[in-house]
């Protein structure tokens, strides 16, 4: 289950601090607030109903109350529950690939670092499950700055034991360390088949949150435009001709919202091609709405 750690380079340290700074920095400006009104757990047990205040959310409200009184009348709860937060981390061989400047397992550690600043600031635990086609790492929740440290740390320096890739693998690790509900991050390429089953299991027992990182040449690739292809899968090694039009690892890249959004999943789709921080913080902004 533990994969083999290195040492950590001066080059891995410079970008691990880089990636603090700026997710501190978003975290701590942008998206604090929005975060925890988007993902806020609720109260476990009632304790009253009182008039309506500024910044009281909307779904607090009674609605039998306020029709009754005709004015705005909230529901309040005693000890709001602690939320705990995974982030299930794609790390196979796939997600190093790139086109340009970052590679997708880049852009997974920086939003994965992002949220974790987020968690931080709102004093939420965070947990950390790292897989292949196998459970690389684990990070039992808790929460503080030398938490979030080693969670952006062992993503940026962690080297896998397997390159493939099994999203069940991840799914079902999260179901065995974690039964009370939480907010999950799922974050990968999705260049992995057969998990339906196991996503639509997971988001009745947790919140899950789909993040879906994609090269721009993936995406490119992706039907319909047709035709065969020569690639080198970086996962096995081996030259592999594809199908554009029937390959099913590519046509995933096109239907995984489509399933998010027939399980009722959040689901966000971002390039390391673009300003993916922005449009992840936009994303989590609509939220509210």
């Not at 440290?149 to 320096?157: A, Y």
């Not at 799914?171 to 992995?192: C, E, H, M, P």
């Not at 449009?279 to 989590?284: E, G, Q, R, T």
Request: glycine letters at 4%; a positive charge; one cysteine or more.
């Amino acid at each position: 289950m533990v994969g083999n750690k290195l040492k950590i380079s001066e080059k891995v340290l410079a970008k691990a601090k880089l990636i603090q700074s700026k997710a501190a920095f978003l975290a701590n400006d942008e998206l604090s607030g929005e975060y925890r009104s988007a993902f806020k757990g609720r109260g476990l047990e009632f304790e009253e109903v009182r008039e309506y205040r500024d910044g009281d959310e909307i779904r607090d409200i009674d609605w039998k109350v306020t029709a009754r009184f005709q004015k705005p009348f909230v529901k309040t709860f005693k000890d709001e529950r602690e939320i705990t937060i995974f982030f299930l981390v794609d790390i196979s061989k796939s997600t190093f690939f790139s086109t340009g400047e970052r590679s997708k397992a880049e852009v997974i550690a920086e939003i994965t670092a992002l949220l974790s600043y987020a968690s931080l600031r709102n004093k939420e635990k965070t947990g950390l499950i790292i897989f292949s086609d196998n459970v690389e790492h684990y990070i039992p929740p808790s929460r503080g700055k030398a938490h979030v440290w080693k969670i952006i740390r062992d993503i940026l320096d962690f080297q896998p034991e397997s390159q493939k890739t099994d999203i069940n693998v991840g799914l079902d690790f999260l179901r065995k360390v974690r039964r009370k509900k939480s907010v999950v991050f799922l974050l990968s390429d999705f260049l992995s088949v057969g998990f339906k089953e196991n996503l639509k299991l997971i988001s009745k027992m947790h919140d899950l949150r789909i993040v879906s990182v994609r090269d721009k040449l993936e995406r490119d690739l992706t039907p319909p435009i047709s035709g065969l292809y020569n690639f080198r899968d970086l996962e096995t090694g081996t030259q592999v001709l594809v199908d554009i039009k029937k390959d099913k690892k590519l046509k995933i890249d096109l239907e995984i919202k489509k399933l998010a959004d027939s399980f009722g999943i959040w689901f966000c789709d971002l390039s390391p091609t673009e300003d993916y921080l922005d449009k992840l913080i936009k994303k989590i902004k609509a939220r509210r709405n």
